[in-house]
């Protein structure tokens, strides 16, 4: 960028914030589905019906990531033909409409088997939006910014991705707390999605009164906009090579840390380890936190040492301390073995520490107890009764659990214990994430910029990132056996340990540290 | 030397990709024709086998010698 051109840090604020501020809303719409899609399948998706079932495997896990190459795909063109400011407005309002119409769609009770197809037809929009939307900001903000600092300024929009799924945690809380269980179930779940029309009004108008890229602009007057940028990203040789190689030494890597650290992280807590919904949320809530300015460190720091070795440092370290920080978080939740030969006579024998619920044909039983390392943790445990009024351990079909804070007298508590192992996962992201933006755009021309960086991007993050958590999930079903129901809980890291280790060794490899400044005005 | 050659290791990668997406999809038809071990792996293997292509290009590439120094 010549220096005429060049914004003061100010007029640069302003356009970060417009273009950030409209990319965390997209990702808030796109992750409020998600996080409220065991509701959305209910509603919408009966199980005794197959065909409807099917629909809701692939409107809950696979249809919004999948689609996302597609939108890079179409709005990348569109980005490169008629500019990036007028595409990443199409792109807001796509997914504003489809997640307010989402909020607005009557139940399978209502209109049958309408309602399943119009929701799988807005989450395949949604994808669509979300597919045009980053390379767009990144794009932007990364041609307004000087040469020398592209890696900080960028980052701001790496941030959003994670912001927007905290704001999307937050509200989905606030709105729980606020309506209760029952209405929320009902029809409080709506909420959130009417809620983003006013974010996304918000966002447009202050799209609206930003001015185009200057690099576009300027090859604009200059007669150099690519008359095919599809033709010309993916069929000539030598774009295509720095495509793959963006995709397989780069962003593959970075999608499955990204996903692991925080999606399947939720999920394993949640599920595997039975924490209780609310303290999920809040360790993943206070682990972003914690954990989001160091986007901003890892993009400044990208800027002086490169972005290759940060990004790299994350996916090795991913690589080598998955297995031992998940086992740590398992730890913290499970019985040892004298408590659960204890518990086989609970009927008898209650301590002090134990509060028995009897219904009738089942047992809820509170038990305050002393997990490993000596950390207090609290579960409730929901079991058949047997004739006897024995109550044998394998029977227990539910359990939740309470992690103690700062109250629990142990050192370290185990809720912030589980809290500083997720902000772990997400340090990680960090740095895999915050110099991404401006890796992707220094390695395209201007002219093919917007499509070129869009589809691998989305790609590893749509489909490699995206399908973690599905991935995961399965290899832990096709792990259970007679002998060990269960599963093995941890046999899911394989699948980002795996993919992460390949993309740090291609990347180490192959891709370069450094690129030319003056090839990026091109 | 060592990028260049490595490319037949990308390709093999590749290919090896697909073979397992596809046996263990054999095994576990097999095992458990489920509706829902159908809709996974309707939904993976058409999403990963065009993507394992793009990995045997990248190691066509590297054979090649596409990815050399002065190249990238």
Same mark, same amino acid.
Not at chain 1, 46 to 53: C, R
Not at chain 1, 165 to 192: C, E, H, M, Q, Y
Not at chain 1, 306 to 334: D, E, F, H
Not at chain 2, 36 to 43: E, P, Q
């Given at each position: 960028?010549?220096?005429?051109?060049?914004?003061?840090?100010?007029?640069?604020?302003?356009?970060?914030?417009a273009?950030?501020?409209?990319?965390?809303?997209?990702?808030y719409?796109?992750?409020?589905?998600?996080?409220?899609?065991?509701?959305?399948?209910?509603?919408f998706?009966?199980?005794?019906?197959?065909?409807?079932?099917?629909?809701?495997?692939?409107?809950?896990?696979?249809?919004?990531?999948?689609?996302?190459?597609?939108?890079?795909?179409?709005?990348?063109?569109?980005?490169?033909?008629?500019?990036?400011?007028?595409t990443? *407005?199409?792109?807001?309002l796509?997914?504003?409409?489809?997640?307010f119409?989402?909020?607005?769609?009557?139940t399978?009770?209502?209109?049958?088997?309408?309602?399943?197809?119009?929701?799988?037809?807005?989450?395949?929009?949604?994808?669509?939006a979300?597919?045009?939307e980053?390379?767009?900001?990144?794009?932007?903000?990364?041609?307004?910014?000087?040469?020398?600092?592209?890696?900080?300024?960028?980052s701001?929009?790496?941030?959003?991705?994670?912001?927007?799924? *905290?704001?999307?945690?937050?509200?989905?809380?606030?709105?729980?707390?606020?309506?209760?269980?029952?209405?929320?179930?009902?029809w409080?779940?709506?909420?959130?999605?009417?809620?983003?029309?006013?974010?996304?009004?918000?966002?447009?108008?202050?799209?609206?009164?930003?001015?185009?890229?200057?690099?576009?602009s300027?090859?604009?007057?200059?007669?150099?906009?690519?008359?095919?940028?599809?033709k010309?990203?993916?069929?000539?040789?030598?774009?295509?090579?720095?495509?793959l190689?963006?995709?397989?030494?780069?962003?593959?890597?970075?999608?499955?840390?990204?996903?692991?650290?925080?999606?399947?992280?939720?999920?394993?807590?949640?599920?595997?380890?039975?924490?209780?919904?609310?303290?999920?949320?809040?360790i993943?809530?206070?682990?972003?936190?914690?954990?989001?300015?160091?986007?901003?460190?890892f993009?400044?720091?990208?800027?002086?040492?490169?972005?290759?070795?940060?990004?790299?440092a994350?996916?090795?370290?991913?690589?080598?301390?998955?297995?031992?920080?998940?086992?740590g978080m398992?730890?913290l939740?499970?019985?040892?073995?004298?408590?659960?030969?204890?518990?086989?006579?609970?009927?008898?024998?209650?301590?002090?520490?134990?509060?028995?619920?009897?219904?009738?044909?089942?047992?809820?039983?509170?038990?305050?107890?002393?997990?490993?390392?000596g950390?207090?943790?609290?579960?409730?445990?929901?079991?058949?009764?047997?004739?006897?009024?024995?109550?044998?351990?394998?029977?227990?079909?539910s359990?939740?659990?309470?992690?103690?804070?700062?109250?629990?007298?142990?050192?370290?508590?185990?809720?912030?214990?589980?809290?500083?192992?997720?902000?772990?996962?997400?340090?990680?992201?960090?740095?895999?994430?915050?110099?991404?933006?401006?890796?992707l755009?220094?390695?395209?021309?201007?002219?093919?910029?917007?499509?070129?960086?869009?589809?691998?991007?989305?790609?590893?993050?749509?489909?490699?990132?995206?399908?973690?958590?599905?991935?995961?999930?399965?290899?832990?079903?096709?792990?259970?056996?007679?002998?060990?129901?269960?599963?093995?809980?941890?046999?899911?890291?394989?699948?980002?340990?795996?993919?992460?280790?390949?993309?740090?060794?291609?990347?180490?490899?192959?891709?370069?540290?450094?690129?030319?400044p003056?090839?990026?005005?091109? | 030397?060592?990028?260049?050659?490595?490319?037949?290791?990308?390709?093999? @990668?590749?290919?090896?990709?697909?073979?397992?997406m596809?046996?263990?999809a054999?095994?576990?038809?097999?095992?458990?024709?489920?509706?829902?071990t159908?809709?996974?792996?309707?939904t993976?293997?058409?999403?990963?086998?065009?993507?394992m292509?793009? @990995?045997? @290009?990248?190691?066509?590439?590297? @054979?090649?010698?596409?990815?050399?120094?002065?190249?990238?």
């Amino acid at each position: 960028m010549s220096n005429n051109e060049q914004k003061s840090g100010w007029e640069l604020m302003k356009v970060i914030f417009a273009s950030s501020l409209g990319t965390l809303i997209e990702w808030y719409d796109f992750y409020i589905y998600g996080a409220l899609a065991p509701i959305i399948a209910v509603q919408f998706f009966p199980s005794e019906n197959p065909t409807a079932a099917f629909l809701a495997a692939l409107a809950t896990f696979a249809a919004g990531f999948v689609v996302r190459p597609f939108g890079a795909l179409v709005f990348g063109r569109l980005g490169d033909l008629v500019g990036r400011k007028y595409t990443f *407005l199409v792109t807001l309002l796509l997914m504003g409409v489809s997640t307010f119409a989402i909020g607005f769609v009557p139940t399978y009770k209502e209109i049958g088997f309408a309602a399943p197809i119009i929701i799988l037809v807005l989450r395949l929009i949604q994808g669509l939006a979300l597919g045009g939307e980053y390379g767009g900001a990144a794009t932007y903000v990364a041609e307004h910014s000087p040469v020398n600092r592209r890696g900080y300024y960028t980052s701001f929009i790496q941030t959003t991705a994670t912001l927007g799924l *905290l704001l999307s945690l937050g509200v989905i809380l606030t709105t729980k707390n606020a309506l209760g269980d029952t209405v929320f179930n009902d029809w409080g779940w709506r909420v959130p999605f009417w809620a983003s029309i006013i974010l996304v009004l918000v966002s447009v108008y202050i799209r609206l009164k930003m001015a185009e890229s200057p690099l576009f602009s300027k090859i604009k007057r200059e007669g150099k906009i690519s008359k095919n940028p599809l033709k010309e990203s993916f069929t000539q040789k030598p774009n295509l090579k720095l495509v793959l190689l963006a995709l397989f030494g780069a962003v593959m890597g970075q999608g499955v840390v990204w996903y692991t650290g925080q999606f399947y992280a939720q999920t394993f807590i949640e599920r595997t380890l039975g924490v209780e919904f609310e303290q999920t949320r809040y360790i993943l809530m206070i682990a972003i936190l914690a954990a989001t300015p160091f986007f901003l460190v890892f993009g400044a720091l990208s800027d002086r040492i490169g972005r290759k070795p940060i990004m790299l440092a994350g996916m090795l370290l991913a690589v080598l301390s998955y297995r031992p920080i998940y086992q740590g978080m398992y730890n913290l939740t499970q019985m040892p073995p004298q408590q659960e030969i204890r518990n086989k006579h609970l009927l008898r024998v209650p301590d002090e520490n134990t509060l028995i619920v009897d219904k009738g044909d089942s047992l809820f039983i509170t038990k305050k107890w002393t997990g490993a390392y000596g950390l207090i943790i609290r579960t409730e445990e929901k079991r058949t009764v047997s004739a006897d009024r024995s109550v044998p351990v394998n029977t227990m079909t539910s359990r939740t659990v309470w992690l103690s804070g700062l109250d629990s007298g142990s050192i370290p508590p185990p809720f912030w214990s589980m809290t500083f192992l997720v902000f772990l996962q997400i340090l990680f992201v960090t740095m895999v994430y915050g110099p991404i933006a401006a890796f992707l755009v220094e390695l395209f021309p201007t002219r093919i910029r917007y499509t070129s960086m869009s589809l691998p991007y989305h790609i590893g993050n749509g489909i490699f990132g995206g399908l973690t958590p599905l991935i995961a999930t399965r290899l832990v079903d096709v792990s259970k056996t007679a002998d060990n129901p269960a599963g093995d809980p941890f046999v899911g890291l394989w699948y980002p340990i795996i993919i992460a280790a390949v993309c740090f060794v291609i990347g180490f490899f192959y891709l370069p540290n450094k690129r030319d400044p003056d090839e990026f005005n091109t | 030397m060592v990028k260049q050659y490595a490319g037949i290791i990308w390709i093999a @990668l590749a290919a090896f990709g697909v073979y397992i997406m596809v046996r263990q999809a054999e095994i576990e038809f097999d095992q458990n024709p489920a509706l829902d071990t159908r809709i996974f792996w309707y939904t993976i293997i058409p999403i990963f086998t065009p993507i394992m292509f793009g @990995l045997g @290009l990248f190691g066509y590439y590297c @054979l090649k010698g596409e990815y050399g120094q002065s190249k990238v």
